[in-house]
């Protein structure tokens, strides 16, 4: 005889609050690791565009090795690995910290080498012909273009990277994965907290896309 699944929801009263914790972590490291990202991703980029082979060969390395190797393999190195280098515990935030902004890091070196190289090479000649030197060109010139050109694309990494933040959980960082695994555990409602926490990343996913739609149209209005 089949017996009919009884949906329980009454946990929301006792730890609802542990949801609004897992969105401000999740966001938080988030939005740190993505803006970290584009700092590495930059300079990572200048490498892989520069006229020296061994630059060149350092940014491609880090851009394969990153790019193919699993983010929770990465995870798992730099919270166990790291410390016995460093000879100290780094810390779970810390360790979730560097992973994601690593791991960022090497998707947004391509995506800000894609923008570079989008931009007209006649800017960097004209830049060049006025006196300017190649790195103040770069800085002044090509970088802003560069940058605009790829703020959709950057905004795409961050969804990206609050979707995939949820592997953090196994460290015990206590974002929004972690926080529904917990309520699980202290109620013994297997399904419920998980459909919640599911709905969750959805109405955070699907309300930063359409806020980086609006500006993006905003964007192309303005040019």
């Known amino acids: 005889m089949e017996l009919a699944y009884h949906w329980d929801f009454s946990f929301l009263n ?6 609004w914790i897992g969105i401000k972590k999740t966001l938080e490291v988030s939005l740190l690791a993505v803006l ?21 060969f350092i940014g491609t390395v880090y851009v394969e090795i990153i790019r193919g190797t699993p983010l929770l ?45 989008a931009v007209d090479k006649g800017q960097m000649e004209a830049a060049r012909s006025l006196g300017m030197s190649k790195g103040l060109a770069m800085r002044q010139i090509i970088l802003p273009q560069a940058f605009k050109n790829v703020l959709p694309a950057l905004g795409n990494e961050f969804v990206v990277v609050v979707k995939e933040s949820s592997v953090l959980s ?9 926080q529904a695994n917990a309520i699980r555990g202290a109620t013994y409602i ?4 998980m459909l919640v926490s599911a709905l969750i990343y959805f109405v955070l996913i699907f309300t930063l896309s359409k806020l980086l739609g609006i500006g993006e149209r905003r964007l192309k209005t303005s040019d």
């Open 73 to 117: 393999v990465q995870l798992f190195l730099f919270y166990y690995g790291l410390p016995i280098f460093l000879g100290f515990d780094i810390g779970i935030f810390t360790a979730a910290y560097l992973t994601l902004t690593v791991n960022s890091g090497a998707y947004i070196a391509e995506i800000m080498r894609a923008g570079i190289q």
């Open 36 to 56: 970290s990202g584009l700092v590495l991703g930059t300079l990572v980029s200048l490498l892989r565009l520069s006229g020296l082979w061994l630059l060149r």
């Open 170 to 178: 196994v460290i015990g960082y206590a974002e929004l994965t972690y």
């Open 190 to 193: 297997s399904i419920e907290p």
């Open 14 to 19: 006792d730890y609802g609050s542990y949801y």
